[in-house]
């Protein structure tokens, strides 16, 4: 914060504004801003050069001057505690387990005939493997073009249990139920709970990284910074872990194995033992 300043930050839309005489006022004018602020704005006790000006439009700084302090009020909103009535702008609650109790294996949808059909070989041997994930549903409130808390979104992610690969499942894509009737190789998870869940914030951070447009008027002229936005920490919550079984036919031939998601038939290489 510059010297002798007064400031204000409001975390609902991530605006920060501080006030500052000219004469106290350095090149480094974006030091003391939080640096989640999407809207920064100095308001000076003079009027800011066209230098100072450019300086601070390639900084993404709006410069208000005591001609524009009047009109500029009305938006800054100086007051940094007003109680905030939109629901969007509170914390997410994490959300509950949207699986039954006791189905943790999804069901094959493809038999080992489509399976060996698909690897386009005739396997001498074909075998059912269960590969683990941990799946948990999660929130995330995404950005709205101007900053402000957007849309907020519900969708499950899955974490490879075996290698820590994070990928993304759409509702209702797979059917789960508590037993299989077709002779199959279970394998169990060789990662924690604690290093997949750490592997599926990571992931969704960079798949819910948004760009935000950040708008300002410069002497007539409309600025408009493109910045990457990623969720706060009251953006994006995940719920609860458990592990799913999800099936792949491992079809064995004289030219190698190919395996096939029995789900969904595609060809595919989950990584881990039984390669």
Not at 112 to 118: G, H, P, T, Y
Not at 179 to 198: F, K, S
Not at 254 to 274: H, I, M, N, Q, Y
Request: proline share 10%.
């Amino acid at each position: 914060m510059v010297e002798g300043s007064i400031h204000a930050y409001r975390p609902r839309d991530r605006r920060a504004v501080q006030i500052v005489r000219l004469s106290r006022l350095d090149t480094d004018i974006d030091r003391g801003f939080p640096p989640e602020a999407l809207h920064r704005a100095l308001i000076l006790d003079e009027e800011p050069g066209p230098a100072l000006r450019d300086h601070a439009a390639n900084k993404g700084i709006e410069l208000v001057g005591p001609s524009a302090l009047g009109p500029a009020l009305g938006e800054i909103l100086l007051v940094a505690d007003i109680p905030e009535p939109d629901p969007r702008g509170l914390p997410l609650e994490p959300p509950a387990l949207p699986f039954p109790a006791g189905e943790r294996l999804v069901r094959p949808r493809i038999d080992r005939a489509d399976a060996e059909r698909i690897a386009g070989v005739d396997g001498f041997r074909c075998t059912l493997r269960l590969v683990p994930f941990y799946v948990a549903q999660y929130r995330a409130r995404v950005p709205a073009p101007e900053g402000l808390g957007g849309q907020i979104i519900e969708q499950l992610v899955a974490v490879h249990a075996l290698t820590g690969h994070a990928d993304f499942w759409v509702s209702g894509q797979r059917d789960l139920v508590a037993e299989l009737d077709v002779p199959h190789q279970r394998l169990e998870p060789t990662l924690d709970e604690r290093r997949a869940r750490h592997a599926a914030e990571v992931a969704l951070r960079l798949r819910h990284t948004a760009q935000v447009d950040h708008t300002e008027q410069h002497d007539g002229a409309l600025v408009i910074e493109r910045r990457r936005v990623a969720p706060g920490p009251d953006d994006l919550v995940v719920g609860p872990f458990t592990v799913i079984h999800v099936p792949y036919w491992y079809v064995e031939g004289a030219d190698g194995r190919v395996v096939v998601d029995a789900v969904t038939g595609a060809r595919d290489e989950p990584p881990g033992p039984g390669k």
